[in-house]
């Protein structure tokens, strides 16, 4: 069992910046990826970011490239989420998540066996 927990949402500005935290928990030593996705109201939840712990590659999203950047310390098992220039159709509810196993797309959502409670991000236009 693996438990995360997210903080740092909040509402900001169009333009303005945040950044999120993710701290897992329990059966880590088997970690391979952890991520962020999000999911605003009416829609798809989407993932914007990832992380490998094996060889640290990062996959982003088309929507958050060049505006957002994943970055992580596999021996605090936390992975952060630095956003910035954010937008108003940024706003959704992050969410983290966690793979203990291989998986070929890092921002293939059902690959994920574990996800946190999530935290709210408001940009306000």
């Known amino acids: 069992q693996v438990r995360l927990v997210e903080s740092g949402g909040g509402l900001v500005q169009a333009g303005g910046s945040l950044r999120l935290s993710c701290v897992a928990s329990?059966?880590?030593?088997?970690?391979?990826?952890m991520g962020w996705s999000r999911q605003a109201p009416g829609k798809d939840r989407e993932f914007v970011a990832a992380l490998s712990w094996s060889g640290g590659s990062t996959s982003y999203a088309d929507s958050v490239k060049d505006r957002f950047t994943i970055s992580g310390d596999n021996d605090k098992s936390t992975v952060y989420l630095q956003m910035n220039s954010l937008k108003p159709e940024d706003t959704a509810v992050y969410y983290c998540?966690?793979?203990?196993?291989?998986?070929?797309?890092?921002?293939?959502?059902?690959?994920?066996?574990?996800w946190g409670q999530g935290t709210q991000v408001t940009v306000s236009s």
């Open positions: 329990g059966r880590t030593f088997s970690s391979y990826a």
């Open positions: 998540a966690h793979s203990g196993g291989y998986i070929p797309t890092l921002l293939n959502i059902y690959e994920y066996d574990y």
